[in-house]
């Protein structure tokens, strides 16, 4: 057994890398089947074993790990087809959960709350309290749990969600409520807030746990099925599931904690954006995931992916960490519509897999992003998808025609230049959210381009944002399947202390922080790893005292929390709250909140090799020229097959760059060169390339 595959299932299609067996890597993609994903998962692998000369059962018998990134439970909940979810709380607090914070979040918009979860019949009451100190002050009443177990049994629940009052204090009545109801309703799947999110915010603890008992059916079938599928045709190696997070964890562990996994498809791209980062030491780098159907930006600073607490998905809280990763209606499928008033506008909604853009010849009819990109010379109508798609010129010109070159009384192509610019912005503001937003400078980073339609858009949208450089992996197309294969193991743990600062009990810290370390070296030693192959990283939430949110600060723990270890992170506190909000009141009283631990689970690594300098011209990779538009009209525009591009290949804009599953557009006002890794760095024409990459890593 010698390869390692990353699989990230996404709107449109599903990716593939494959890795291993001394040769370079290699891509492949197939159409994603929504009805059932494991169709879509093993046409792919069946094409890598077509490649290798052999069935696709000896295939996975010569494979090592499949890292496995899924949209299962996103999907489910955007949808609302996740599983029939009963909830038991603290009776006389019914309906904390659908209450939300009780506030309007978007104060100018006039918008209505998602569909609950949990609709409030489901929402039953049990007798109990503990208090804030973790002492139980009224035992747990087990009739009440008895009686909504029954309830929940007529109303034929699949999953239930327990999260009482200060229960992250003592677990006590939670752990026995799981008892009963494992008794009363066996197969039904329960979640408890004590193990799902161990901490306060009641919302927010209720919240993650509803949406970890509201997929986990879904993804625990899905999985089961996926297990099962495997076993039958051979595969004995490693099965991992990415999750938010941007680690991996063994399936068995994602069935119990499937909130985990509800931004698992993206997760991979912030992974990778250090990984190719890395080979020039460019530590400060935006991501970009230009997909069928969404389009992901990411922000990493100093090599570190930014992290967020405080989510949604489906405007629904989830508080367990995540990568802070925008997600915007912004892909290939996109569909150009003319809204009243004659404004053009593209997304979010899209044509996805079935029927896909118009020029797929599937029978879609409303024009879409990749429709525009066809007709704008920027793909080739023979060689797209490596030529196993032929598309239709005729029908994506007649879609925007009668959509929007019609009503806005304009020609076909200035109506595809308008979907072009339009969908540009929507990206560049989406990149906004994650940089200016949160206090950075895009200036200041380097712009790591993916997905098969990333590379078509990213020299305009690095124009506007006067991002300096543009770096495009050979593996764009499936720039998540690469970052899963690089994860490592990941599990996060989280205690509240909430304490004054000059308050805090150091011996009961550092108790709690061992307890979690211990818990998180016991999963991971089910998980297969390793003590040797284990990091842990700590960290603590602190804030002014007063205020609501807090800022997550890492600190050396050594050998346990000290007062000089503490006075450390105070003062790097005041530090992180400047650089996020533009000031710090040094001296003012600082409470500490939440206890947090990471511990990793060191995988190995696929290796890109470095590959010897080009012999000849980049004029042997040129395919011919074709016309293309830039800057109001089409131009004559040089074609190069990027598979024939090497190691100090350089390529002057305008040029076009296309592989079997992706297209590189290099405007006029830029160039291109291929590095020693055969990526692509793409530069403002005129900018000394070396100066260029030599400051960025220097800043980094």
């Not at 659908?98 to 019949?121: D, I």
């Not at 002050?137 to 999953?159: C, G, M, S, W, Y």
């Not at 161990?198 to 625990?220: D, F, K, M």
């Not at 990471?598 to 590959?611: E, H």
């Amino acid at each position: 057994m010698n390869f390692r595959v990353g699989v990230d299932v996404g709107g449109t299609f599903t990716d593939f890398l494959v890795s291993g067996a001394g040769r370079t890597a290699r891509v492949y993609k197939s159409s994603t089947t929504p009805e059932n994903p494991t169709i879509g998962f093993f046409n792919g692998l069946e094409q890598a074993a077509r490649d290798e000369g052999c069935s696709l059962n000896e295939f996975l018998q010569r494979v090592d790990t499949i890292v496995h990134g899924t949209t299962i439970t996103t999907n489910a909940v955007l949808t609302g087809t996740g599983a029939k979810t009963g909830f038991l709380t603290t009776k006389g607090f019914r309906d904390v959960l659908n209450m939300r914070r009780g506030m309007k979040e978007r104060q100018f918009e006039r918008y209505s709350p998602p569909e609950p979860l949990v609709p409030r019949h489901l929402v039953r009451v049990a007798e109990e309290r503990t208090n804030v100190d973790g002492k139980i002050v009224t035992a747990l009443n087990e009739q009440d749990v008895r009686d909504a177990a029954k309830f929940f049994k007529e109303q034929k629940v699949e999953a239930v969600a327990v999260s009482y009052l200060w229960s992250f204090r003592n677990p006590t009545n939670e752990l026995r409520t799981r008892e009963i109801l494992d008794k009363e309703l066996p197969g039904v799947y329960v979640s408890l807030s004590t193990e799902i999110l161990p901490q306060i915010r009641v919302y927010e603890r209720h919240s993650t746990t509803a949406l970890n008992a509201y997929s986990g059916p879904i993804l625990t079938r899905y999985l089961s099925r996926l297990e099962v599928e495997l076993k039958r045709r051979g595969y004995k190696g490693q099965l991992l599931i990415m999750q938010s997070n941007g680690g991996v964890m063994s399936p068995q562990v994602a069935q119990r904690f499937a909130s985990n996994t509800l931004l698992s498809g993206p997760a991979g791209a912030p992974g990778a954006g250090v990984f190719y980062g890395s080979t020039h030491g460019f530590a400060n780098v935006i991501t970009v995931d230009m997909g069928g159907t969404s389009f992901d930006a990411a922000l990493v600073k100093d090599g570190r992916p930014s992290v967020t607490t405080d989510g949604t998905i489906g405007d629904h809280r989830i508080a367990s960490p995540i990568l802070d990763i925008h997600t915007v209606g912004a892909g290939g499928g996109s569909i150009a519509r003319v809204e009243t008033g004659g404004l053009l506008a593209v997304g979010p909604a899209s044509a996805g897999a079935q029927p896909g853009p118009v020029c797929y010849g599937r029978g879609g009819t409303k024009p879409t992003v990749t429709d525009a990109d066809f007709v704008l010379g920027y793909l080739d109508a023979s060689a797209f998808h490596g030529g196993q798609l032929k598309l239709d010129a005729a029908g994506a010109r007649r879609a925007i025609e009668e959509h929007v070159a019609k009503p806005l009384g304009v020609s076909i192509e200035a109506a595809a230049d308008g979907i072009y610019q339009v969908i540009n912005a929507n990206m560049a503001a989406a990149m906004n959210v994650v940089s200016v937003q949160r206090g950075y400078d895009p200036r200041e980073f380097v712009l790591i381009v993916a997905g098969g339609a990333g590379p078509i858009h990213a020299g305009p949208i690095a124009r506007d944002l006067e991002i300096p450089l543009i770096l495009i992996p050979r593996e764009s197309s499936v720039f998540c399947a690469a970052g899963m294969l690089i994860s490592d193991l990941q599990h996060d743990y989280v205690r509240t202390y909430a304490r004054d600062a000059d308050k805090v009990d150091l011996a009961e810290a550092t108790r709690m922080y061992r307890e979690m370390t211990a818990a998180a070296l016991g999963t991971l030693k089910e998980e297969g790893l390793a003590a040797a192959r284990v990091k842990v990283d700590y960290s603590m939430d602190l804030r002014y005292v007063g205020q609501f949110n807090e800022v997550e600060v890492p600190f050396d723990f050594g050998k346990g929390l000290t007062a000089k270890s503490l006075e450390t992170v105070i003062a790097r506190f005041h530090e992180r709250h400047d650089a996020l909000y533009g000031y710090s009141m040094k001296g003012a009283p600082v409470e500490l909140i939440n206890l947090r631990l990471t511990a990793k689970g060191l995988t190995d690594k696929p290796k890109f090799a470095r590959s010897a300098k080009a012999k000849g011209p980049a004029s042997k990779a040129l395919l011919g020229k074709r016309p293309a538009w830039f800057n109001g009209k089409f131009v004559s525009t040089p074609v190069y097959d990027g598979l024939k591009l090497q190691n100090g290949h350089e390529v002057k804009g305008p040029a076009i760059v296309q592989q079997p599953t992706t297209t590189i557009v290099v405007p006029p006002d830029f160039d291109l060169k291929c590095d020693e890794f055969n990526n692509y760095l793409m530069y403002p024409k005129g900018e000394n390339l070396s100066a260029l990459v030599k400051r960025l890593s220097k800043r980094s």
